[in-house]
């Protein structure tokens, strides 16, 4: 066996682990969401959002570079001293678990709607949880292989779907332009929790190879996840009009059903399905890595293996019982989480760097372990 | 050693997952599943309850490269009834024994007494349902029930329910009907400042049963009409003209030029025969066949009225021509081109005359088209469109271009 002496990313490899991480489950359901508020100028709002996501990648990847060795759990107690620091550690290893906890659920509920009704919603969530338990016991390294195969799949999949559909696509559908802005601004809050998703890289940093390549893989990341929405947006608007989409439950699926290229390529769904299923696997095991490393550094431990198996039991608990129908799903995703998340990827890190700015904290190793645990080999 | 035990292992962990993991929780088989090719929709006798009738395809009546088709039609016709579509669809197991399967459903056609009432009630089980397809024609029954079209059968295509999409697909070589289907008329209806239309169907054979049936009254000899195989021929349907609809309820019908003048405001007139007078002769006619169209609405307020400017563009070769014309003459064509460009203009007249007058549903999309143009003085005029469309100035612009006469200049002429 090789022996993997440390955990080490490419900053290409970070930045498609964002792309992956943000696009894979949201491209699904976006559209309706933001076009909820905008209407036909829902591309415009997740043009608007994106900003967001770049945002934070700039906040995350600069507090990275001043703690190059460290995470967000880590430097937070660094900078805000050991009390407060673990209320923020808390903070972010519940933020990580409870993300994922929404993620799997919206995993099942896609496949129990489009697919196969009459599977108990606990056998997808069950099969999702132990797949991507086993990606984030493998650690980041691995997740990034893997999804080296995976995102040119995904990206190719979202190609070939939209490419079919240009033969139903109005292009006046868009029209007018910029109707009314107040509905912009509102849909692209609805699809900024999405774009904060880059805060992963809070977790991943300290596993890069040159942490310098951070702001750049998040940036880019979050600007190539961010114009693949944009053109699913921009045909689901063409293909449905902007009053329809609003009204349907996962706009992207329904893409894909309605192609149709003189009767001969139909139900192409699959591409829908295969992107869901292989974007969903390595979107889940980054947050549950995510999850586990924070718990552990909040916890002290030494491995943050120990924590995979009771973070898995939780995300799984808690993606059942915290909704009780799809319609809670996503109003909790575009009302409450826009409070309930949006300061914890926006505000505290913008708080952390302006602390440690003026401070003037810099560091390197941290008084719990790094992701050290993934040094090892990864033996089956 | 440990390596090849270990792989050993692997392997059979592997084959054992791929055994268990074949299949999806409640797989049904091909053969065990009760395809639906299409489906009418009736008022049940009962009060408030909806008649569903469907084509269920017999696999085994369906003619194979290897296999002659077994007796009988291949399609089952069953009916069911029930107080939501989804009520009617699932009782039908009561009689088929097996779960519909829809995802293979190509038409939807509707009985005008519920296409009176609106479609939206009945529609929404087709758009939620996972099964259905956005892509099945929306067809409206004219005059007769929903499920004497699904009792129907074709010449030429097995399956009836086939038959049906086809006709209605076929609009494209005559241009004088629609075709609709699922999505784009729920678009049209959840869209403001267009209505929706939806293919027209209706029965050819009717009318030549009934002058048979009163022939043989009147010669009081039944025995040998009743013989005639037309008589108890399955009836034919003709797919024509479109059906209007205001939000979802049917407002009425646009009858074959008024459809083609509603297609050239679209775009949509694919082709066609554009028949003309002779120049000569007004008896004597000319076949003008379209090879494509454009179409555009350009709105505009002026002076406080909506005005809108349609512009027609169309290409044409002559087709047949019935008098001595001499067509090695320019001006020949162009006096053709001038004559089509009021057939055109007198069709788009007549479907704007029928829609605001007869109608008053805005199927053109003017009121989308000022939408797009001019939001802001669709935001004054949206709320009262229905009252503002019917009083639309309409100014027909039609450019018709015939570019070549086919294999003959001038038609052979008896000496």
């Not at chain 1, 559209?31 to 996501?53: I, R, T």
């Not at chain 1, 001043?66 to 009390?83: A, K, M, N």
């Not at chain 1, 601004?185 to 774009?195: E, K």
């Not at chain 2, 000319?286 to 400017?309: C, F, H, M, T």
Request: proline share 5%.
């Amino acid at each position: 066996m090789n022996n993997t002496s440390s955990v080490r990313l490419s900053g290409r490899q970070a930045m498609w682990l964002v792309v992956t991480t943000i696009l894979a489950t949201t491209l699904i359901f976006l559209p309706a969401w933001v076009a909820a508020e905008a209407k036909q100028d829902a591309w415009l709002s997740v043009l608007l959002s994106m900003v967001v996501g770049v945002v934070t990648a700039w906040l995350v990847s600069t507090l990275g570079r001043r703690f190059p060795d460290l995470t967000i759990v880590q430097y937070g107690e660094r900078i805000l001293g050991r009390v407060l620091g673990k209320v923020v550690g808390l903070v972010y290893a519940a933020f990580f678990l409870h993300i994922n906890t929404v993620i799997v659920r919206e995993f099942g509920e896609l496949l129990l709607t489009g697919f196969m009704p009459e599977t108990p919603l606990v056998v997808f969530i069950g099969t999702i949880i132990v797949v991507a338990a086993y990606g984030a016991w493998a650690g980041p390294e691995v997740l990034a292989r893997v999804n080296d195969f995976i995102l040119p799949v995904i990206l190719f999949l979202l190609g070939v779907s939209l490419f079919l559909l240009v033969n139903q696509a109005n292009l006046a559908a868009l029209l007018p332009l910029a109707e009314e802005p107040a509905g912009i601004v509102r849909g692209a809050l609805a699809s900024a929790v999405f774009f904060s998703e880059v805060i992963i890289l809070a977790m991943l940093i300290p596993s890069l190879n040159l942490r310098s390549e951070a702001a750049r893989a998040g940036v880019l990341g979050v600007l190539v996840a961010g114009f693949s929405l944009m053109a699913v947006t921009v045909f689901a608007t063409m293909v449905f009009g902007g009053e329809r989409v609003a009204n349907l439950t996962f706009p992207y699926l329904a893409l894909t059903r309605i192609v149709s290229v003189r009767g001969i390529v139909e139900r192409v769904e699959f591409l829908a399905l295969g992107i869901w299923v292989l974007g969903g696997f390595v979107k889940i095991s980054v947050f549950y890595y995510a999850a586990a490393l924070a718990s552990s550094q909040w916890l002290g431990l030494r491995e943050y293996r120990s924590t995979v198996v009771p973070i898995g039991l939780a995300i799984g608990f808690l993606s059942v019982i915290q909704f009780e129908n799809i319609d809670q799903i996503s109003s909790f995703l575009t009302t409450a989480a826009l409070f309930a998340y949006l300061p914890v990827t926006l505000g505290l890190p913008a708080l952390l760097l302006i602390l440690a700015t003026l401070r003037g904290l810099k560091g390197g190793s941290g008084t719990a372990p790094g992701p050290r645990g993934a040094d090892k080999e990864v033996s089956p | 050693m440990t390596r090849f035990r270990r792989s050993i292992v692997l392997a059979g962990l592997v084959l054992t997952l791929l055994l268990l993991g074949t299949s999806c929780w409640n797989a049904v088989e091909l053969d065990r599943r009760a395809l639906v090719m299409g489906v009418g929709i009736d008022k049940a006798k009962e009060e408030g309850k909806i008649a569903l009738t469907v084509q269920i395809v017999k696999p085994g009546q369906l003619p194979t490269p290897r296999r002659a088709p077994g007796p009988g039609p291949p399609v089952w016709v069953v009916t069911s009834t029930g107080y939501t579509v989804f009520d009617a669809v699932r009782n039908f197991v009561l009689q088929s024994g097996r779960k519909l399967f829809w995802a293979h459903m190509v038409v939807i056609v509707i009985s005008e007494e519920v296409a009176r009432e609106g479609l939206a009630p009945v529609l929404d089980f087709f758009d939620r349902d996972a099964e259905p397809r956005r892509l099945s024609k929306v067809i409206i029954a004219k005059g007769i029930a929903a499920k004497e079209i699904m009792k129907g059968q074709h010449e030429l295509e097995t399956i009836p329910a086939a038959a049906i999409r086809d006709l209605v697909e076929g609009f494209t070589s005559v241009s004088t009907a629609v075709s609709v289907n699922l999505n784009e008329f729920l678009k049209r209806m959840s869209a403001g400042g267009v209505e929706p239309v939806a293919a027209r169907i209706e029965v050819v054979a009717a009318e030549e049963r009934e002058k048979a049936e009163e022939k043989a009254l009147q010669s009081g000899d039944d025995g040998g009409m009743a013989e005639d195989p037309r008589l108890k021929a399955p009836p034919r349907f003709r797919v024509t003209g479109a059906a209007v609809f205001k939000g979802d309820r049917l407002a009425g019908w646009l009858n074959r030029p008024e459809t083609r003048g509603y297609l050239w405001t679209q775009g949509k007139v694919v082709s066609g025969i554009v028949v003309l007078k002779c120049p000569q002769n007004e008896k004597e006619t000319i076949g003008i066949e379209l090879i494509r169209s454009e179409g555009e609405i350009k709105p505009r307020v002026q002076e406080g009225r909506v005005v809108a400017e349609v512009k027609v563009k169309a290409e044409a070769h002559v087709g047949d021509v019935l008098c001595p014309l001499d067509l090695t003459k320019p001006e020949t064509l162009r006096l053709l081109e001038k004559r089509m460009n009021t057939v055109i203009e007198n069709e788009v007249r007549a479907a704007f005359r029928k829609a605001q007058e007869g109608l008053r549903a805005d199927i053109f999309g003017v009121g989308a088209a000022l939408h797009r143009s001019s939001p802001g003085q669709w935001k004054k005029l949206k709320d009262r469109w229905d009252e503002v469309f019917p009083e639309v100035q309409v100014e027909i612009k039609a450019d018709a271009k015939i570019r070549r006469v086919n294999l003959v200049l001038k038609p052979a002429q008896p000496k």
